[in-house]
């Protein structure tokens, strides 16, 4: 058993959609949370950037005595999570598409086209291609990047047409092409616009990366005794820029009658 909270970081907002499944399985559960709002997107910068950004992150984390780190961005998780694991061998670092790769295999059926969205830098790594054909080297995996929308999404833009459009724009034409019938949502921002997808594309199974990873944090915690023993509901999120647009997004992704949200401002230059 173990009381001290889980850290998880995202380049912005989009991780706090593994927060709200986290809490509904795992209540005890203390959470630390960063989004790096000051410096989103990352999904079109370099990986030694995302590197940078990422250590300087983890160690904000384990400075506040994290039990685990959980990189809740695919973003981060491909291009990153070697070096946080290498950085911190004594603490459980978890990566996002692992558990996003498990699922897609354990579902597939013979028939199944599976189309991956992402950001720039998490389709060009391919790894979510990568540990899927670690685990069936069979199934048709194909990658689509959406730059415009994470920077949507950070604005608050959702339920409009402007974002429909966005999506079409890059779904449309990729879906029938590839005739996709699996969609995984290779961002953590996306589950936002989970609703305009299905809207547009009610064909669709979609596979949602933010309630996979759940599990495998479930196990991970259970395999090293580190459950929480009391229920707390003491969660701190972190910002680096404290916008409106990051209080507005946390009030729509939380039922805020069911635990208190205190919000901190980060200052980058105390980061070290
Ligand atoms: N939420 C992040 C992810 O899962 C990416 C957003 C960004 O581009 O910063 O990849």
Redesign the pocket.
């Known amino acids: 058993m173990d009381n001290r909270p889980i850290g998880f970081f995202?380049?912005?907002l989009?991780?706090l959609t593994c927060i709200s499944h986290l809490m509904k399985t795992l209540p005890n559960e203390r959470i630390i949370y960063f989004g790096d709002t000051a410096r989103?997107?990352?999904?079109s910068k370099a990986t030694s950037t995302i590197r940078g950004f990422s250590a300087q992150i983890a160690d904000f984390l384990v400075q506040r005595n994290v039990k685990m780190i959980v990189i809740a961005?695919?973003?981060v998780s491909s291009t990153s999570l070697e070096d946080l694991r290498e950085r911190y061998p004594d603490i459980p670092v978890l990566g996002i598409i692992e558990p996003a790769a498990a699922r897609v295999a354990e579902v597939w059926q013979e028939t199944n086209s599976v189309g991956i969205i992402?950001?720039k830098v998490?389709i060009r790594s391919k790894t979510h291609e990568r540990l899927i054909h670690r685990l069936n080297p069979r199934i048709p995996i194909h990658g689509m990047a959406c730059p415009v929308l994470?920077p949507l999404i950070e604005e608050g833009i959702i339920e409009h047409d402007i974002m429909d459009l966005s999506i079409r724009y890059y779904l449309d034409h990729f879906l029938s092409y590839h005739k996709i019938d699996t969609l995984v949502l290779g961002?953590?921002?996306y589950p936002l616009i989970r609703t305009n997808i299905e809207k547009l594309y009610p064909h669709l199974s979609i596979i949602n990366p933010s309630e996979e990873i759940v599990n495998s944090i479930e196990t991970e915690l259970l395999e090293r005794d580190l459950l929480a023993e009391t229920a707390s509901h003491d969660n701190t999120y972190y910002a680096s820029d404290l916008s409106e647009n990051f209080i507005n997004m946390i009030n729509r992704i939380f039922d805020q009658s069911e635990f208190r949200v205190a919000f901190k401002n980060f200052d980058l230059d105390n980061c070290k």
């Open positions: 995202d380049s912005g989009g991780g989103t997107p990352y999904g961005c695919n973003t992402g950001t998490t994470v961002c953590t921002h």
